[in-house]
């Protein structure tokens, strides 16, 4: 029974999105607005980038948010269940990896859309601020 525990503990650790509500797993459009202001996108740039942005609104609209609802019954029930059924521990897992690779995918198209539109001064910026970024959430641990 520990062992069971332990793989639906594991599986919930996995994805850390499914705590939250699904408009929490869609890129922020402020940040990314703020991040443009940041590297200095020319206006033709911007309006790429806008393109971009809600040419992926509209992608992560149609994923089936019914789905992560589905997802977050499962995983009650197999935390209620006396008996872990390794088969519908299989099946959640499933679906988590398929949510997670739709959300996932759709994201990168976005942010490699948005890459190539900037010239290589505004990239090695953009990798300082990810880098910057990146230690201030380290610090806030």
């Known amino acids: 029974m520990k062992k069971s525990l332990l793989l639906i503990v594991a599986s919930l ?5 499914l705590s939250s509500a699904p408009n929490d797993n869609v890129i922020n459009k402020s940040y990314f ?8 996108v020319t206006v033709e740039q911007k309006a790429l980038i806008d393109e971009f942005y809600y040419e992926y ?13 589905s997802i977050r019954e499962q995983q009650f029930e197999l935390l209620t269940e006396t008996e872990l059924d390794i088969d519908s521990l ?3 897992i499933d679906q988590i990896h ?3 690779k739709t959300v996932v995918l759709q994201e ?5 859309s948005v890459f ?12 300082r601020i990810f880098y910057r970024d990146l230690l201030n959430s380290q610090r806030n641990f």
């Open 108 to 112: 990168m198209k976005f942010k490699h």
């Open 57 to 69: 609104r509209s992608n992560i609209e149609v994923i089936p948010w019914g789905s992560l609802v």
């Open 98 to 100: 398929q949510y997670e």
């Open 90 to 92: 299989s099946n959640f």
């Open 116 to 127: 190539n539109v900037l010239n290589e001064h505004q990239k090695d910026k953009l990798g």
């Open 13 to 17: 650790c996995y994805i850390p999105s």
């Open 33 to 40: 607005n703020q991040l443009s202001s940041e590297l200095g």
